[in-house]
């Protein structure tokens, strides 16, 4: 049982309203109703991509495990330079960690940072012949990684599926209705029955954008949401589209934040 939060037809002009209707919502239902949702989202967001700036899977990982705790135009701004002083795993096994520390110092956390990419850097060194592996499996033992890390490894830098469950993603899936589940591990399985594998990449982007745009934390646009008729979270935010409309925030902005 689902109870879904749908907003009401309105005359033009007039706030929206909404009513709350109980629907007895089957697995059938709730994966045709993702799988909509994932399709408006790609109307919504035709040029979803990665945010972190690279070239190769090694820029990609280190990238991500500056990100941590950082904004990705942060992370954009420091790694031209360490990219160019760090141009492979052995570069980075071999780091002057003084020196590395100061170059990453403005993406916050780090001293642990750094440790992470010298690490990352031995290890792939000794383990992997420099390269960073393209497997799940062996992505995790590495350090710096975890299963959010590794999946947006392999879904950008090698095109292999994965589901990046970080906090807007697993914010928005439960304002879906998709799941109750908060431990990420849990939430990406359950996605991952919802949604095709074939998709599980650029549906992560896609739903991050629209978690940094538009369903935001503490204040979701849902007045100005376009698949607030699909969300059994609408009235979370702000009705009022001109209200609604406020919060959204442009292409511009997120580039600025």
């Excluded at 790609?42 to 979803?48: F, G, H, I, S």
């Excluded at 359950?190 to 934390?217: D, M, N, Q, Y």
């Amino acid at each position: 049982m689902v109870p879904l939060i749908l907003p009401s037809p309105s005359a033009p002009g007039r706030r929206l309203a909404h009513v709350v209707k109980t629907v007895a919502e089957t697995p059938l239902a709730l994966t045709r109703r993702a799988r909509r949702i994932n399709r408006e989202l790609a109307e919504l967001y035709p040029t979803a991509h990665c945010e972190l700036n690279f070239t190769t899977a090694l820029e990609l990982s280190v990238a991500t495990i500056l990100s941590a705790q950082c904004t990705d135009k942060r992370v954009n701004e420091v790694t031209p330079a360490l990219f160019a002083r760090y141009r492979d795993a052995a570069a980075y096994a071999g780091a002057d960690r003084a020196e590395l520390e100061t170059m990453i110092k403005s993406t916050g956390f780090f001293r642990n940072k750094a440790n992470s990419l010298i690490n990352l850097g031995q290890q792939l060194e000794e383990r992997y012949d420099g390269q960073v592996p393209g497997r799940l499996r062996d992505l995790v033992t590495l350090p710096g990684f975890g299963r959010k890390t590794a999946n947006v490894v392999l879904g950008n830098a090698f095109d292999v599926p994965g589901l990046t469950v970080d906090t807007h993603f697993g914010r928005l899936v439960r304002r879906w209705g998709w799941t109750a589940e908060t431990d990420p591990v849990k939430v990406e399985a359950v996605v991952a029955e919802l949604i095709p594998k074939r998709e599980w990449t650029i549906f992560s982007h896609r739903a991050i954008w629209h978690g940094r745009r538009v369903c935001h934390s503490r204040k979701p646009a849902c007045g100005a949401c376009a698949i607030a008729r699909l969300c059994p979270s609408y009235g979370e935010g702000p009705t009022d589209p001109a209200a609604a409309t406020a919060l959204v925030k442009s292409e511009a902005q997120m580039v600025a934040s």
